[in-house]
């Protein structure tokens, strides 16, 4: 193992890991990185750790590293993940669930999601936008917590 990844805990680091990993109540992924660079601390070869811990011996490394070049603190925590931009803004998202809401087009008995999108798109409200878009929003915000519902399952 190359010396710029050694691993030397202080006193407050390892009492704080250790009471970490006892306590039981932060994120599982966040024990195993305490586990990891307590057994680090104490001399261990990447691949015992990883034997020890059920985990790849990479993951150990990765986490070294991690701890020597960002700080045991940030080395425990989540990386942000990256992810696509919500298409609409909570602003877009209110205005289809009021339209969704509303009478549908003269002629039509209810909305289908391809209506509301153009709807959406005819009103400039966003420039374009899928029937896809259109049904997962409103899934989420029919399925989300606090909302009521009949308690009847569609057939």
């Known amino acids: 193992m190359p010396a710029m990844y050694r691993i030397q805990l202080t006193p407050d ?3 704080d890991l250790i009471a970490l990993t006892r306590r039981g109540t932060a994120k599982v992924r966040t024990i195993l990185r305490a586990r990891v660079l307590l057994l680090a601390d104490r001399g261990l070869r990447d691949a015992e750790i990883a034997t020890a811990l059920g985990v790849h011996e990479r993951t150990v490394i990765r986490l070294r590293r991690r701890a020597v070049e960002t700080g045991v603190a940030a080395a425990l925590l989540d990386r942000p993940r990256p992810g696509a931009v919500p298409k609409l803004s909570g602003p877009q998202a209110a205005h289809l669930i009021a339209l969704a809401c509303s009478d549908p087009p003269v002629g039509r008995t209810r909305w289908t999601m391809q209506l509301l999108a153009d709807r959406l798109v005819e009103l400039q409200v966003i420039p374009s936008i899928s ?3 259109v049904r997962r929003t409103l899934k989420k915000t029919i399925s989300s917590p606090g909302s ?8």
């Open 13 to 15: 680091e390892r009492r």
């Open 148 to 155: 009521s519902s009949s308690g009847a399952s569609p057939t």
């Open 131 to 133: 029937d896809e878009t």
